[in-house]
């Protein structure tokens, strides 16, 4: 009986509260709030302060410009940047497999972070995508500066970069990739089907 009282008193409680807060958001939404009063503009001052249609397209225009220079500003510097960039070296790859066989080297994850700028502008940037096309192709094959000493997961990861830049562009890297696909080591083909290669 005494918990039936309890639970009582706390519907009752609670129904309060509800009650409470109803009553005091109905009051606020329907109190009048004093408002300044309105200028009105006469349509003389207003149709001198629109621009002339003919200056709206010029800065439309400028504007289509100045995102146009940025995203080629942006596209050389990013390429300068991706000119100085490696896969990680073999020798430190093994020896880092080597000291913990059951995690990912360091080397390897922050070649994969360092990359994924380069890979995620490529996407939507078509005029990037050439850029960072070369460089997976060159990793992938072992061309670039480490050479042969590219550790095959590194390659394995540019492969599968370079199928998703082939999917997002495929006018421009379908006959591109095929021709990479078939350079490429079987080993490292392996891997990258292992990774998520979608061909």
């Known amino acids: 009986m005494k918990r039936f009282k309890l639970k009582i008193f706390f519907l009752f409680l609670i129904s309060l509260g509800v009650f409470i807060l109803w009553k005091q958001n109905f009051v ?3 109190s009048v709030i004093p408002q300044a009063p309105i200028n009105r503009v006469s349509n003389t001052n207003t149709q001198k ?3 002339a249609k003919s200056s709206l397209a010029s800065q439309a225009f400028n504007h289509e410009n100045l995102e146009k220079d940025e995203e080629k500003s942006q596209n050389l510097f990013l390429a300068k940047k991706l000119e100085d960039f490696d896969a990680p070296e073999a020798a430190v790859y093994r020896d880092e497999v080597e000291a913990d066989p059951h995690t990912t080297p360091n080397s390897l994850l922050s070649f994969a972070r360092d990359l994924t700028p380069h890979v ?6 078509e005029s990037y995508a050439p850029s960072v096309m070369d460089f997976l ?4 094959l072992g061309n670039g ?4 000493g590219t550790p095959s997961a590194a390659k ?6 370079a199928s998703r830049l082939q999917r997002a562009h495929p006018e421009v890297f379908s006959e591109r990739f095929e021709a990479l696909k078939l350079n490429v080591s079987a080993h490292v083909l392996k891997l990258a089907r292992g990774i998520g290669l979608k061909e």
Do not use: Q
């Open 28 to 30: 606020t939404k329907n």
């Open 49 to 51: 302060a629109l621009p």
């Open 120 to 125: 995620e502008r490529a996407l939507t940037v």
């Open 137 to 140: 192709e060159k990793c992938a």
């Open 145 to 148: 500066p480490s050479g042969e």
């Open 156 to 161: 394995a990861s540019c492969l599968v970069n």
